[in-house]
């Protein structure tokens, strides 16, 4: 089976993931226009047509601008947890709220979709009951992990089973100390319930990569505390240190904001 995997956006501005196969996909998260992604799908061949799901992480407007008329307009089930619905319909974002595409789902009972094995887990977040998706397809563990502020022992049991890996590198611990946010916003940043720094990220992959992690993706980087080489040559420097060399053990891309990613096929 042919699996793909695209980043349609990756950011504070806006987050949207596609997963599927030849004939059918999957939205993980949609928090950009709605023209948009059914734009940048159809630039890559994907009718939009063929998308039948949108599972959702948590209840912040970049995760969730396009669900409602994703749900309502188009009818298509938006999967997140019961809690995770009613922090939804109460975002202010949500011009268009969840009725009947409501779907809920329960952390760790996995459930078949089609092809995809889905399993919701908990990641320590500041949004409304804040989950990542461990997705086997064709025998393929996709992890994705797109807000956290600490990789927990929870998290950590998910991502030791990937074989691509989706996860946050939002921040470098220097930018964000000289940088221009308030006290307050810095400290949410950082905080256990806020996002992942670009060292923390590379430590732990360091720490725990295994053979079976073909392909790492750092996601949700910040625009003003991050930039894409940096976050990269800081895993990269990390992992080599490690022995793990990227382009022989394993691929690393860090995934831009607010452009596509290319749309990566694996057999």
């Not at 268009?96 to 952390?107: D, F, H, M, R, T």
């Not at 991050?226 to 990269?232: E, K, R, S, V």
């Amino acid at each position: 089976m042919k699996i793909q995997f695209m980043s349609l956006a990756s950011g504070s501005s806006g987050n949207c993931y596609y997963l599927g196969c030849e004939t059918y996909g999957i939205l993980i998260d949609a928090g950009i226009g709605i023209r948009t992604i059914k734009k940048r799908l159809k630039d890559v061949g994907i009718p939009m047509e063929s998308i039948l799901a949108v599972f959702v992480t948590h209840d912040h407007a970049d995760h969730i601008k396009s669900v409602g008329v994703l749900g309502e307009n188009l009818f298509l089930p938006i999967y997140a947890t019961a809690q995770a619905h009613v922090g939804i319909n109460k975002s202010y974002c949500m011009t268009q709220k969840l009725g009947i595409s409501a779907k809920k789902l329960e952390k760790y009972q996995p459930f078949q979709f089609r092809d995809f094995t889905i399993e919701a887990f908990e990641v320590p977040h500041d949004g409304t009951d804040n989950v990542g998706y461990c997705i086997e397809v064709d025998g393929k563990t996709f992890c994705f992990i797109t807000d956290l502020g600490e990789i927990t022992p929870i998290v950590e049991k998910y991502i030791l089973k990937a074989n691509y890996l989706i996860i946050e590198a939002n921040y470098d611990e220097e930018m964000l100390k000289m940088g221009t946010y308030p006290p307050y916003l810095k400290e949410r940043i950082a905080s256990k319930t806020g996002h992942m720094c670009n060292t923390h990220t590379a430590e732990f992959l360091a720490t725990h990569w295994q053979p079976h992690l073909h392909n790492i993706w750092l996601c949700h980087l910040s625009k003003d505390n991050n930039h894409p080489d940096l976050a990269y040559k800081t895993v990269e420097l990390r992992l080599k240190a490690a022995g793990i060399m990227v382009g022989r053990d394993v691929e690393l891309c860090t995934l831009k904001r607010s452009a596509p990613s290319e749309l990566y096929t694996f057999e």
